[in-house]
């Protein structure tokens, strides 16, 4: 389950034949994360820091756990899901809004290093949980807040999930056929953007920590990284006045750019940013005459055309079976993939190879296959060490490291501070 980069060959080095080298570490050893956040933004980010060797602490409420265990299908009662966003990380209860709980939570954050939560603003506030608290207890402390629309503005106040982020950002509007309606995601994209986002900012913040020696917090907004990615839109907007509108599957900055369907029913996509590729395909289909025409030359001009050119492609792959017209894409070295469901991804060499889909062992459900960590570390990889645990499964045992006595974990039990 560890994901290391290949080795490259390196000068050989005298070793003691009786002492083996020590497994190197992940980079994020001795890091400890409190995960206060539910569903899906600011847990995965926590998750991120896990796979590469965060203590990652997740917290939730005694009878209200984490929604993200019963969100899609499940096997023998327990949450799949669950199993991915909660791995590499021990789980605990306590009940933030009850005294003791904020207690506890004080008592964990005096030798924690990352806090991300997801409550809408003024809730850790309330609950004697602010910034200002959490300071006093650690001032080296990273807080990361993530919410819909940040921590202040006329928005700030309100329920904001993933969904609201990609209609706001402008991301629906360019997706979609062009006399269709605006179409979402139906997987949480924009949660997945920030959740990538957080982890880059708490790593940020640590760095800027070494030199400061302070903590500070992180406000990062849904409604933000995803409106990063869509690239120059507010430029042309503002220098231009242009406003992308819905293409379906084509791009306005160049052409062939599309979905293709091969005589046995399958369906590849074709892509021809650079011009040299572009030049290729048009060969391999049968089409050089195109390439000498003037509007071939740039990008912009070839969309301005791309009714021609799908032609042209579409219907030299609708004559070819996906393996064939594949192979023939690949010997032109011109770019092509085939769509893929997800049956598709489980089975392909190439993922196979990056060991993107790997196991991992689970004593609730036996062998599970999941996504990988993120990206391969050649000297401190990063590893699944387990998949996501039962509700408070770690209470006693983080409890007892923070320095809770048996009687204090006890008298947290029974008034309801915990499970």
């Not at 819909?148 to 999930?161: C, K, L, M, N, V």
């Not at 924009?190 to 913040?205: C, E, H, K």
């Not at 393996?323 to 993939?337: D, G, M, Q």
Request: glycine share 10%; charged share 20%.
């Amino acid at each position: 389950m560890t994901r290391t980069a290949p080795a490259t060959q390196a000068p050989a080095t005298e070793a003691t034949p009786t002492e083996a080298a020590p497994a190197p570490q992940p980079p994020l050893t001795g890091l400890r994360v409190l995960d206060l956040a539910t569903l899906f933004a600011g847990p995965l980010a926590a998750t991120m820091l896990g796979d590469f060797g965060a203590d990652v602490i997740k917290v939730e409420h005694p009878t209200r756990p984490d929604p993200s265990r019963g969100h899609g299908p499940a096997k023998e009662g327990i949450g799949l899901w669950w199993k991915l966003l909660g791995r590499n990380k021990r789980t605990i209860t306590l009940d933030l809004s009850a005294p003791t709980g904020r207690d506890a939570l004080l008592r964990l954050a005096a030798t924690t290093d990352v806090i991300i939560e997801n409550f809408r603003p003024g809730t850790l506030e309330k609950w004697g949980l602010g910034p200002a608290e959490l300071s006093t207890v650690n001032p080296r402390l990273v807080l990361a807040r993530v919410t819909g629309f940040g921590q202040f503005g006329p928005y700030s106040h309100r329920p904001g999930f993933g969904t609201l982020a990609e209609a706001m950002s402008g991301f629906a509007a360019i997706t979609g056929e062009p006399e269709g309606p605006p179409t979402l995601p139906p997987f949480g994209l924009a949660d997945s953007i920030t959740a990538l986002a957080t982890a880059y900012a708490v790593m940020t913040a640590l760095t800027a920590r070494t030199t400061t020696g302070r903590g500070q917090v992180v406000d990062m907004a849904i409604i933000e990284p995803i409106l990063t990615v869509l690239g120059p839109h507010p430029l042309w907007y503002d220098q231009l006045g242009y406003v992308q509108p819905r293409t379906g599957n084509r791009s306005r900055n160049n052409a062939p750019r599309n979905t293709y369907r091969t005589a046995d029913g399958a369906w590849v996509a074709v892509s021809t940013s650079a011009q040299s590729v572009a030049e290729r395909v048009m060969r391999l289909v049968g089409r050089p005459d195109l390439i000498d025409e003037p509007w071939f030359t740039t990008g912009s001009g070839r969309a301005e055309h791309a009714d021609e050119l799908d032609e042209a492609v579409g219907h030299w792959i609708a004559r070819r079976t996906r393996s064939v017209t594949l192979a023939a894409f690949e010997k032109a070295e011109a770019a092509i993939a085939p769509v893929y469901d997800i049956h598709d991804v489980m089975t392909d060499p190439q993922y196979r190879a990056l060991d993107t889909i790997t196991t991992v062992q689970d004593p609730e459900l036996g062998p599970l296959r999941m996504q990988n960590v993120l990206f391969r570390l050649s000297e401190t990889p990063g590893a699944i060490r387990w998949a996501g645990r039962p509700h408070g499964a770690d209470t006693d045992a983080v409890l007892t490291e923070a320095g809770l006595s048996e009687a204090e974990i006890a008298a947290l039990r029974a008034t309801g501070g915990t499970r």
